[in-house]
């Protein structure tokens, strides 16, 4: 006899497979039903448990389409429909078929067992929707690198074969249809020894993921915001012991009491691994919040739950529920690797603290903007006037450095530079601009819009919306009468000590030209400017965050160069200047860059883009103004620039004031007030009502006591005194 080769293919097992004919009288005999089990008996027909991994795998993907595909699956003749989902329906009907082929049965177990014995579970279970420690913006990148260039396929890795079989949203949904009844009978046909592999993929996971929760839980930056303690003391430290503890006894076949003591001792090591988790995310909500170290926490409270799962599956307390557990497990997965590509899905969890964080501050500040009595009111008129007269100088800054022809850097530079200045002097001289505080008080205002009490709730809303625009009305009167005045004085004695004006005729006339509302780009322009306004706001939020974050006045206050040179006293003032003022320092320095620099970029790309600010747009006009004479100021290109203006103002303004609001809302997970509901709550006051919103606020009567307490009067009307004799 000759030798057989060694690498010669195995014959296959010569298996009977009932013919479609034995099949087709058990069922109806309708075209639907007929069809569907001609399309179940090609499948198991082809099934091939010694076929090449490749032909297998394929073959399980044809399997997995035709349970999944959308089409109601023939009941049994003699028995009644049940209530089920498409896809379980299908899944019922392979039982009924595979119940009455052994050979089928025997086929299909083989091919899952060949292919879970051949490839690795372990990526399947320790990587969809958890990260590697690379922190936010390594995973950031690496989901652009994986959408750039998909990764090489790997025949030998469950993880891709299980995406195909389950692909996206879809799969999950299938998954989350079938009912507990066949899932049970579909893993008592595959027998536990099909399994094997994947019990000890498990156990591989749970050592894998306790040493990463480990990892999370005891980086520098999280254990400086827990209370000190010994390390020894820690559940990180404990909860890779108490993992590799049940993993041993689960493989040393123990059972009962012992078994029961390693799942209650994992159940308390990660219960306070969460507790420590939340404490740090508490210490961040009172002090500061590091966008980084919020992704790192939630991505340990994923990982402690995958690991949980886990643990419950190598050694559950409950056997029989053990099939039902791993279907929602592989449809967690199956939901983690859908989500995990998107980069936006990456940022929003972690954005979304540290925006409350910095919108909550940003209200803070906001409230200091809201006038409730007549000396508030008249304060801010006066540091709306104080602010208004520096502007004045601003425009007259902003107009030398636009018509002196400067490089297209340098202009940007330069004007970047005099708004910067400006700002910084008003917040020095405790004065206001008005385009300032829409975001803010919008901040302010976004606790109040969840009204859920009511009447009382909505009047105290409308009166708190009152209060807002009031005050943002009198900074706004105060910043243009205060600048409109000071540049007129200024053009004045200017043309008396130079007999000339500060701006020729022609340029005045482009002056005009520019803000004019329908000729121009103004009102866009003016939009656009209420965006950098807003935005220059998040980044005073945003900087005044990190500063705490980085604890920036600490480090400044113990600096031994700072100490050396400001001495010890003079540092730390230093430092809880900088804690008071970082706000408004990075809100004035990116305010003024934007502002300043976002015209030369946008030109230098070929953009024609412009910024249109109402309080500096008042100053310029004020100015073209005095050089055109007293007799074109009524000419109608003037009256429509001064149009324009009003309308810059008040785009300058409802812009900052819709984005400060919408995204405060958003930050605090709020459900806002509807507009009609608000409104019609304002016109529901009458002219008091809408009074309250411009003028300013009434002072109080004094309160006298009635005399008798079986009396009711007014406080506001004295008694007489006949009725007092």
Not at 42 to 64: C, G, V
Not at 107 to 134: D, K, N
Not at 410 to 435: K, P, R, V
Not at 667 to 682: N, S, T
Request: charged share 20%.
């Amino acid at each position: 006899m000759l030798a057989s080769p060694v690498n010669a293919p195995r014959p296959e097992p010569v298996l009977f497979s009932p013919p479609l004919e034995e099949l087709l009288p058990l069922y109806p005999s309708t075209p639907e039903a007929e069809e569907r089990l001609r399309e179940l008996h090609a499948l198991l027909t082809s099934a091939r448990p010694q076929a090449p991994l490749a032909a297998r795998t394929a073959w399980l993907e044809e399997l997995a389409r035709w349970l999944q595909a959308r089409g109601a699956a023939p009941s049994r003749r003699g028995r009644l429909a049940p209530v089920e989902s498409s896809g379980s329906a299908r899944l019922r009907l392979l039982m009924e078929v595979l119940g009455e082929a052994p050979a089928w049965c025997e086929a299909l177990r083989g091919v899952v067992a060949s292919v879970l014995a051949e490839t690795s579970a372990l990526r399947l279970f320790t990587e969809p929707g958890l990260s590697a420690g690379r922190g936010l913006l390594g995973d950031a990148v690496a989901r652009l690198g994986q959408r750039l260039v998909p990764p090489a396929p790997d025949e030998r890795d469950l993880a891709p074969l299980m995406w195909r079989l389950f692909p996206g949203e879809a799969g999950r949904a299938w998954l989350d249809e079938l009912s507990e009844e066949h899932v049970v009978a579909l893993c008592t046909l595959l027998h536990t020894p099909s399994f094997a592999p994947l019990e000890e993929a498990v156990e591989d996971a749970v050592v894998v993921l306790a040493a990463r929760a480990s990892a999370f839980g005891l980086a520098s930056d999280v254990l400086t915001r827990l209370p000190p303690r010994p390390l020894e003391q820690s559940p990180f430290v404990r909860l890779p012991r108490a993992c590799e503890a049940l993993r041993v006894e689960v493989r040393a076949g123990a059972e009962g009491l012992a078994v029961e003591r390693g799942r209650e001792a994992c159940a308390e090591v990660i219960a306070g691994c969460r507790a420590a988790a939340q404490e740090v995310l508490r210490h961040m909500d009172a002090h500061a919040v590091g966008t980084d170290l919020v992704y790192r926490l939630e991505q340990l409270c994923h990982t402690l739950d995958r690991l949980e799962s886990l643990l419950w599956l190598l050694a559950p307390d409950c056997p029989r529920s053990i099939p039902c557990a791993a279907t929602r497990l592989l449809s967690s997965l199956v939901h983690a690797h859908a989500q995990e590509r998107s980069v936006a899905v990456l940022f929003r969890s972690s954005v979304r603290r540290i925006s409350r964080r910095i919108f909550e501050h940003t209200g803070e500040v906001g409230r200091h903007y809201i006038t409730t009595t007549q000396d508030e009111y008249h304060r801010m008129v006066s540091a709306a006037a104080g602010g208004g007269l520096l502007t004045a100088v601003t425009a007259a800054l902003k107009l030398t450095i636009g018509f002196a022809a400067l490089p297209l850097f340098f202009e940007g530079l330069a004007s970047a530079t005099n708004y910067a200045l400006c700002f910084l002097l008003i917040q020095m001289l405790g004065f206001t601009l008005a385009t300032k505080q829409p975001s803010m008080t919008a901040a302010a205002l976004a606790a109040s819009l969840d009204v859920k009490a009511g009447d009382k709730g909505m009047r105290s809303l409308v009166e708190q919306l009152a209060c807002i625009t009031r005050s943002q009305l009198a900074s706004v009167f105060g910043n243009l009468g205060a600048v409109v005045a000071t540049v007129t004085l200024v053009g004045v004695v200017l043309q008396g000590l130079r007999g000339q004006p500060l701006l020729e005729v022609r340029e005045a006339e482009y002056v005009v030209r520019s803000l004019h509302p329908l000729k121009s780009g103004t009102l866009f322009f003016a939009a656009l400017t209420g965006g950098l306004l807003w935005c220059s706001s998040v980044f005073g939020g945003w900087l005044e965050n990190w500063v705490h974050y980085r604890r920036l006045p600490e480090a400044l206050a113990r600096h031994h160069g700072l100490r050396g040179l400001l001495g010890e006293t003079r540092a730390r003032w230093l430092g809880e200047a900088l804690a008071r003022h970082a706000c408004g320092l990075g809100a004035n320095v990116s305010l003024g860059l934007l502002l300043g620099m976002t015209p030369a970029v946008c030109r230098f790309f070929g953009l024609p883009l412009d910024v249109r600010h109402v309080t500096l747009g008042a100053g310029t006009l004020a100015f073209a103004g005095t050089a055109l004479g007293p007799e074109r100021l009524v000419e109608p290109d003037f009256l429509w620039a001064v149009v324009g203006i009003l309308l810059v103002g008040m785009l300058n303004l409802g812009v900052s004031f819709s984005l400060g609001l919408s995204a405060a809302v958003r930050a605090r997970g709020l459900e806002p007030v509807g507009f009609l509901r608000l409104a019609c709550a304002v016109l529901a006051g009458g002219i008091r009502s809408l009074s309250d919103f411009i003028l300013p606020p009434q002072p109080l009567l004094p309160v006298h006591r009635p005399s008798s307490p079986y009396s009711v009067r007014s406080a506001a009307r004295p008694r007489s005194s006949t009725h007092a004799q």
